[in-house]
């Protein structure tokens, strides 16, 4: 790990900024329906370690319990879906487009499929799982 290496991002309205030390591990496409929805499309996040993350501001960090596993970090005031947390895994998901700058990372893979819209196609090579 670059010791240097840092990556920062935030809301559209900058209520909640968090930076993450280190590399990004390479982020995964999720097409289920639940990512869907909350994105406007299909998700695509970083898996990273609980301990590499910081959150700098998060008074308008909001959860919402998706499942009994998951719950989605996002802004209570811009909507800006954020975070992915496994409640019982050791990293939190953090979504792309969060981001200010270059991530120096490439998508890695494809999950659900089986659920992904109907109006758009997978053609970038990458695996693709059904679920």
């Not at 990556?7 to 930076?19: D, I, M, P, W």
């Not at 996002?74 to 200010?100: E, H, N, P, Q, R």
């Not at 659900?112 to 997978?122: L, P, Q």
Request: some cysteine.
């Amino acid at each position: 790990m670059t010791r240097a290496e840092r990556h920062r991002g935030s809301c559209l309205c900058g209520a909640v900024v968090f930076e993450v030390s280190g590399p990004l591990p390479a982020p995964i496409a999720c097409h289920c329906s639940m990512c869907r929805k909350v994105s406007g499309h299909f998700g695509v996040a970083s898996e990273v370690p609980d301990a590499a993350i910081r959150l700098i501001s998060e008074k308008s960090l909001r959860w919402f319990a998706s499942s009994p596993k998951v719950r989605r970090g996002f802004c209570g005031v811009c909507g800006s879906s954020l975070l992915f947390d496994a409640v019982f895994k050791d990293w939190t998901g953090i979504s792309m487009g969060a981001f200010d700058g270059a991530t120096r990372t490439h998508l890695a893979q494809h999950i659900f499929v089986a659920d992904k819209g109907d109006y758009y196609r997978i053609t970038d090579g990458l695996p693709q799982n059904a679920q």
